[in-house]
């Protein structure tokens, strides 16, 4: 394969429009086969917009660092320069297409042989290459022109400003992993240095006398490094405690989108309720969001929301959040995070409300519309009552309805139900009362797709499925159009729901779709498709439909699992933007199992119960990571008096 092409592209793309104009690290960036450096297996990478791994946990730089450290450096023909962190070559290579000598120091000894064979290869001869303790430096060879280091040490080593030049330059990354910034610094003097910054960067830490101490050093390394695990703990963006600021930070990335999903790999996993709280929080208050649509009953969810929002009650209202599964909503993290709400709404301009997608709660959809009604037009009441009057007797168990209909040859109700809704949505300009009128008309909705919803899901397959999202998805429109134009949206929901249908079995192999891939359909680039993943920890579950909540503990991810990866990653808690990251993203691509618990959880048969096969970068935009979760607990009379009111929703 010839790279030149692509070699050619890549100054063109990535250097020099990104401002590096010196013609001749430009030429020498053009000059050195960067395919040659890579692991084998990853050559089709070469010229990505990244770092790649290379052995020994290391990497090669992004091909801009090496441009804009060489630039930096202002390397002259027949200067002297010295690189610390040698690692596969690559930059100095690219740096003795600049220099007169180059002489390189790298740590470990099969990466300082490995690119002593490649520079050999390609009959690179002004380059000596040593392996040892670089934040030392090159003493015998000292004085340089130039310093450049690969790798971020806690500050500036000393041992390498007293072997510049006079007016030499050393390039140096100093800083934390994750908050480095690169350095220059000119001897302008035998004593004196003048410093500048160049910006923020990232580089694999400097270890040695003047870096980081070495890590535990004495575990037998894998014979074959696990380069795509490598590539995710490289690309791991670390994630902070839930209540430092810096978390919901991380996200403003996605403050400009239309539409947030946030996602989750079961539905009692704390750690998953409080990633999407604190979220949610930042885009709420720094960036416009005014609506949280949770996978929950929607009566139920109003329930809420009329306490978030401080609007009345409705009278005769049940508590909300009774049927199974209950610790999926009435759950500690759902409660602070709904006392948070309801406190920012007091001095909010536009108040944010709590709303549900789902569509099970039929006869509290029937009762809030009927309650409606009675207040609005007594006379709409009494035919309404007398259309749902076909559904009362199955209420209780919406699910025999379905069965009596198909079975025993019971009166199908799907006429009523629908005439009621018709009527109803008729009448949005004669009632006109905004909140109250959106409410009654999407209980409305729910009975007429509940209704169907219970008849067709006896048939199994796609369809029941298909019809539950898309009345997900067009509660959430409805919601986006009642509060106008520009109106932007956070979604809850299980990742099975926000994961993109079209790239997971549910879509390749049983034909169902999802909110996930209708928002994408519909908002494209406006919307954020972000799903969380665990490794291992507990989680509130049930054995059964409709059985008690346990707490089970969640077994280990399966090798050739993405969760094996992140877990491999070494990182414990982390966001993975796929579009920082095109290389991985496209690793990433290639179909490997994701674990999806939902309400019920089976240790027993993990793999064809929860298992399936998914391509996790197209999938989600976004990945969140937490190597180890808790159970939620669920909300009880213990929770009483906690700062909480005796108005409390949930009414524990
Ligand atoms: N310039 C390299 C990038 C390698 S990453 C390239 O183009 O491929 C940084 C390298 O620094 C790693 O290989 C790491 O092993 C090495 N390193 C870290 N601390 C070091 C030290 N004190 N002395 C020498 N090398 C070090």
Same mark, same amino acid.
């Given at each position: ?65 090496? +441009?804009?450290?060489? !630039?930096?450096?202002?390397? &002259?023909? #027949?200067? $002297? /320069?010295?690189?610390?962190?040698? @690692? ?53 060879? +000292?004085?340089?022109? !130039?310093?450049?280091?690969? &790798?971020? #040490?806690? $500050? /500036?080593?000393?041992?390498?400003? @007293? ?490």
């Amino acid at each position: 394969m010839d790279f030149t092409k692509a070699r050619a592209r890549m100054v063109h793309a990535q250097i020099a429009r990104r401002g590096v104009s010196d013609s001749r690290v430009l030429d020498a960036m053009r000059e050195v086969p960067r395919e040659a450096f890579i692991s084998a297996g990853f050559e089709e990478f070469a010229y990505e917009d990244s770092p790649l791994p290379i052995a020994e946990g290391q990497t090669i730089s992004q091909p801009y660092i090496v +441009a804009a450290m060489a !630039a930096a450096a202002d390397i &002259a023909p #027949g200067d $002297r /320069v010295l690189e610390i962190g040698a @690692g596969s070559g690559y930059a100095a290579a690219v740096l003795s297409r600049l220099a007169g000598m180059v002489f390189a120091v790298e740590r470990h000894q099969s990466l300082t042989e490995a690119a002593r064979e490649r520079l050999a290869a390609l009959g690179y001869r002004n380059v000596q290459l040593m392996t040892g303790d670089g934040s030392k430096g090159w003493p015998q060879e +000292a004085p340089f022109d !130039a310093i450049i280091v690969s &790798a971020g #040490g806690p $500050r /500036v080593p000393q041992a390498l400003k @007293g072997q510049l030049k006079l007016g030499g330059s050393l390039v140096v990354p100093v800083g934390e992993s994750h908050d480095q910034r690169l350095k220059r610094i000119v001897r302008s003097g035998e004593t004196s240095f003048e410093e500048d910054d160049l910006g923020a960067v990232r580089f694999v830490p400097l270890v040695g006398a003047e870096g980081w101490p070495a890590r535990d050093e004495t575990k037998p390394v894998p014979a074959k490094p696990k380069i795509l695990a490598q590539m995710i703990g490289h690309a791991a963006e670390p994630l902070p405690a839930f209540d430092d600021p810096n978390f919901g930070r991380l996200f403003d990335r996605f403050g400009h989108k239309r539409v947030v999903l946030l996602g989750e790999a079961s539905h009692g996993s704390s750690e998953f309720y409080r990633a999407r709280a604190a979220i949610t929080k930042r885009l709420i208050t720094e960036h416009g969001f005014t609506i949280v649509a949770v996978e929950a009953d929607w009566p139920d969810a109003a329930a809420i929301d009329r306490y978030v929002r401080h609007r009345v009650a409705r009278a005769g209202e049940e508590v909300p959040f009774q049927r199974f599964p209950t610790w999926m909503w009435r759950n500690t993290d759902v409660a602070t995070f709904t006392e948070w709400l309801r406190r920012h709404n007091e001095k909010a301009p536009a108040p944010c409300g709590f709303y549900g997608l789902d569509i099970y709660n039929m006869r509290g959809a029937i009762a809030a519309v009927l309650s409606y009604l009675d207040k609005m037009d007594p006379e709409a009441a009494a035919i309404a009552r007398e259309r749902y009057g076909c559904l009362t007797p199955w209420q209780k168990e919406p699910s025999v309805y379905g069965r009596a209909v198909l079975t025993a040859g019971y009166r199908k109700c799907e006429e009523e139900v629908l005439r009621q809704c018709r009527a109803l949505l008729e009448k949005q300009f004669e009632y006109d009362d905004g909140d109250e009128f959106l409410d009654a008309a999407q209980n409305a909705r729910l009975i007429a797709t509940a209704e169907r919803y219970y008849r067709i899901m006896y048939y199994g397959g796609a369809e029941s499925w298909n019809l539950r999202d898309s009345h997900m998805f067009d509660t959430l429109t409805h919601l986006l159009n009642s509060r106008g134009d520009d109106a932007k949206a956070v979604v809850w929901a299980h990742n099975s729901h926000i994961g993109d249908a079209r790239q997971t079995e549910m879509g390749s192999a049983r034909d169902e779709l999802n909110i996930g891939q209708l928002v994408r359909e519909r908002f494209g680039q406006d919307a954020a498709l972000i799903g969380m993943g665990t490794h291992c920890g507990t989680v509130a579950c049930a054995s059964d439909w409709d059985g008690e909540m346990e707490i089970k503990r969640v077994r280990p991810s399966r090798d050739g699992s993405y969760e094996r990866l992140c877990h491999d990653s070494g990182e414990p808690r982390f966001l993975l933007d796929f579009a920082h990251d095109p290389a991985l993203a496209r690793r990433l691509m290639e179909p490997l199992l994701e674990r999806f618990i939902g309400v019920i959880y089976r240790p027993e048969t993990e793999l064809q119960s929860h298992y399936a096969q998914a391509a996790l970068s197209r999938q989600y935009d976004a990945f969140l990571w937490f190597d180890e979760t808790n159970a939620v607990e669920e909300l009880g009379p213990e929770h009483r008096g906690e700062g909480v009111p005796d108005t409390y929703p949930f009414g524990v």
